[in-house]
């Protein structure tokens, strides 16, 4: 009978993975999206059951409570979290999943000391990765959080030696491994424990605010290994399984980030790159010559009535001023005067993957009419209007000519091909990059100074009046 259970176990772990891999699959495309989370939750409900007919479960009043009360923050959360807020939330998670791992790591180690049981290489090795990893992914994913939420400075946090210090206190860290696989002194184990913390914050202080979708999903990576880790560590092929595709997908998605900056990994991470965006100017790149065109809600609504065509490009701008709705009922009221619109997506805009997919999608745009970057760049010189909602560096144009901008290199949206460019901004402030936007002062651009929101709601009530 045990056996028969345990092969039952397997089987669902492998039907499970089976499902994990097809949701991932469908993930990868908005129509499909949706069907593929649904695919992925069910696989984790199978992974879940089985592992709760596992023998080896001491206390299921325990999880029973821990479902409920998790089930009851989860619930809440979903209802009160805005969808502006969903990095803060991604970061979270990711720091919680790290956390758990972490605590698995910690307690599988105590649980084998207790029981006066010789740790092998390869027990000491999991558990201290599952704490490095695991104790990274939660204090570094917490900073995250604090950096998008505003508890903290945006701007990269530096001081002298850092580098330094950062690799001084990593050997630290192996040094006390070390010493564990020979000696398992618990005290030295909590100094481990201590340490990863320490390294999560020390990763992620010197990153701008900017650069959060890289470390998001990087973080989001990291807690798959972490799972992982903790997979090895008590022995569950599930766990080593879902952590996996979590850590590899999460690897994959930050490289297309860094190449949608031009940038690699490392130069997000240890170059301290980024700025709080209110600097009026930037120590990089060129010298800007040309003057600002202003415009009104009255004529920006006549130019986009009397269009043939219009992209809108929306940036964290939109964001923060919780415009989604408001731009997708100007979208409405142009395709009804005929006007054909698209939207421009840039892989980096907003603060995590996919943000500007995230609010768009809630405000029921329909995805065939979001755009990548590649797709996009080449309509733009048959484009009337391109209206530009809270967007910056990503549609500067310094990016493709100026060696001395930090940005150059960086693939951009092309907006500056269109016939007419209409910015709707607070100020001039920077982008994240601390340079001004060469796009700002081009002779085809108009800048529609105010709130993201009040702007779009303006244009929208001149609209009606065409």
């Not at 990576?221 to 952590?243: H, K, R």
């Not at 054909?340 to 609010?359: D, F, Q, S, T, W």
Request: net charge negative.
């Amino acid at each position: 009978m045990d056996s028969l259970l345990t092969n039952g176990i397997e089987l669902s772990y492998l039907v499970a993975a089976c499902l994990f891999i097809l949701g991932l699959k469908k993930l990868g495309s908005p129509a499909t999206a949706r069907q593929g989370n649904f695919i992925a939750a069910v696989g984790m409900l199978l992974a879940v059951v089985a592992t709760l007919l596992n023998q080896q479960v001491l206390n299921y009043g325990l999880i029973a409570g821990g479902i409920v009360i998790g089930s009851i923050i989860g619930v809440i959360t979903a209802k009160k979290v805005e969808m502006t807020d969903m990095p803060q939330l991604v970061g979270l998670f990711n720091g919680l999943g790290g956390a758990a791992s972490a605590l698995v790591a910690i307690a599988e180690f105590w649980r084998l000391l207790s029981l006066g049981e010789t740790l092998s290489i390869t027990t000491s090795l999991t558990i201290i990765l599952g704490v490095l990893i695991g104790g990274v992914t939660l204090t570094g994913s917490l900073i995250a959080f604090g950096k998008l939420q505003g508890i903290m400075p945006g701007r990269p946090v530096i001081f002298p030696a850092q580098q330094i210090i950062n690799f001084a206190i990593l050997a630290g860290f192996l040094s006390g491994s070390i010493y564990l696989f020979v000696n398992p002194d618990p005290n030295i184990f909590l100094g481990l424990v201590g340490i990863s913390l320490v390294l999560g914050v020390l990763f992620v202080i010197p990153i701008g605010g900017g650069d959060m979708p890289v470390v998001i999903s990087l973080l989001n990576s990291y807690s798959g290994l972490a799972a992982s880790a903790a997979g090895f560590v008590v022995g569950n092929n599930m766990l080593i399984i879902a952590g996996a595709l979590v850590g590899a997908s999460g690897i994959i998605l930050t490289q297309i980030m860094c190449k949608a900056m031009n940038r690699s990994i490392t130069n997000v991470l240890f170059a301290g790159f980024g700025s709080d965006g209110g600097a009026p100017e930037g120590d990089g790149g060129a010298a800007i010559d040309g003057a600002i065109k202003s415009v009104d809600p009255e004529e920006s609504a006549m130019m986009l009535g009397y269009a043939r065509s219009v992209v809108i490009i929306p940036g964290y701008g939109m964001a923060v001023a919780q415009a989604q709705h408001s731009v997708k009922e100007l979208a409405d009221m142009l395709e009804k005067k005929g006007v054909e619109v698209k939207y421009a997506i840039h892989p980096v805009a907003g603060r995590m993957p996919g943000h500007m997919n995230v609010l768009l999608a809630e405000a029921n745009v329909p995805y065939t009419q979001l755009y990548d970057m590649d797709d996009i760049n080449p309509q733009f010189d048959n484009t009337d209007v391109a209206l530009v909602i809270g967007a910056n560096d990503v549609v500067n144009p310094a990016a493709r000519h100026d060696k001395g901008s930090p940005i150059y290199g960086m693939p951009i949206l092309e907006v500056d091909k269109a016939k007419t460019t209409i910015v709707i901004k607070r100020s001039m402030s920077t982008g994240f990059s601390g340079v001004q936007n060469e796009l700002f002062f081009k002779d085809k651009t108009m800048m529609l100074f105010g709130s993201a929101k009040d702007m779009v709601e303006k244009i929208s009530s001149e609209v009606k009046e065409l």
